[in-house]
């Protein structure tokens, strides 16, 4: 079964960084697009970036855009996301998923904190 596990949150500063990853598995993942979507306390869900199958392309929302770098490792499986100048506004809980025909898979999540 399909399979999307996400590991590195934690805590930063402003202006700090965090890496997150996410392993794939029970699916071709070189087939299919990968997405990272959060969810900060209280709001709902909005998408941050995408990558494109083969990792050609990637597209971010405009509130990470210049911060944010989305890439993706076909040998691993996985799926990762360099966070750089973080803002307060960035703290959420950071979920990868595939969205392959008439389904969408999501991870458990990886909390991210941002604070002094």
């Known amino acids: 079964q399909v399979q999307l596990v996400e590991s590195g949150g934690g805590l930063a500063q402003p202006g700090g960084s965090l890496s997150l990853s996410c392993a794939a598995s029970?699916?071709?993942?070189?087939?299919?697009?990968m997405n990272w979507v959060r969810q900060a306390p209280g709001k709902g869900l909005e998408w941050v970036s995408g990558i494109y199958s083969d990792g050609s392309d990637t597209i971010y929302a405009d509130s990470v855009k210049g911060r944010f770098t989305i890439s993706r490792d076909s040998a691993q499986n996985t799926v990762y996301l360099q966070m750089n100048k973080l803002k307060p506004e960035d703290a959420a809980v950071y979920y990868c998923n595939v969205v392959p025909p008439n389904s969408v898979y999501w991870g458990q999540g990886t909390q991210v904190f941002v604070s002094s």
């Open positions: 029970g699916f071709t993942f070189s087939r299919y697009s």
